[in-house]
Nanobody, 120 residues
Framework: QLVESGGGSVQPGGSLRLSCTPS????????MAWFRQAPGKERERVSC??????STDYAASVGGRFTVSRENRNLYLQMNNLKPEDTAVYYC?????????????????WGQGTQVTVSS
């Protein structure tokens, strides 16, 4: 239902832009989030954007470096000044339960993930 793309390998300080495209599914009306999971670590919510696009939030670890947006019915995550600790599989998710705001749980639709590796 959700397809991520844009991952890859970059050096520290580099940039990537992740995309999340719906398939047979519309993002309209749902808050959308990016999560990531590194090997041996718990899944972490990186950023969220409300259904209206007017409200966003970021994990403290990425604030000021990552920017979430929703444009042309897709979801994006612009990642700048990447660090080795940003290495993870990144997933997009739609809040299909109680879905317009970023607060709480309810992310019921997920993509398969895209790998981001930051290494020198």
């Amino acid at each position: 239902q959700l397809v991520e793309s844009g991952g890859g390998s970059v050096q520290p300080g580099g940039s990537l832009r992740l995309s999340c495209t719906p398939s047979g599914f519309t993002l309209e009306g749902y808050a959308m989030a990016w999560f990531r999971q590194a090997p041996g670590k718990e899944r972490e919510r990186v950023s969220c954007i409300s259904a209206s696009g007017l409200s966003t939030d970021y994990a403290a670890s990425v604030g000021g470096r990552f920017t979430v947006s929703r444009e042309n019915r897709n979801l994006y995550l612009q990642m700048n000044n990447l660090k080795p600790e940003d290495t993870a599989v990144y997933y997009c998710a739609a809040k299909t339960i109680g879905g317009t705001s970023c607060s709480g749980q309810g992310f019921g639709a997920w993509g398969q993930g895209t790998q981001v590796t930051v290494s020198s």
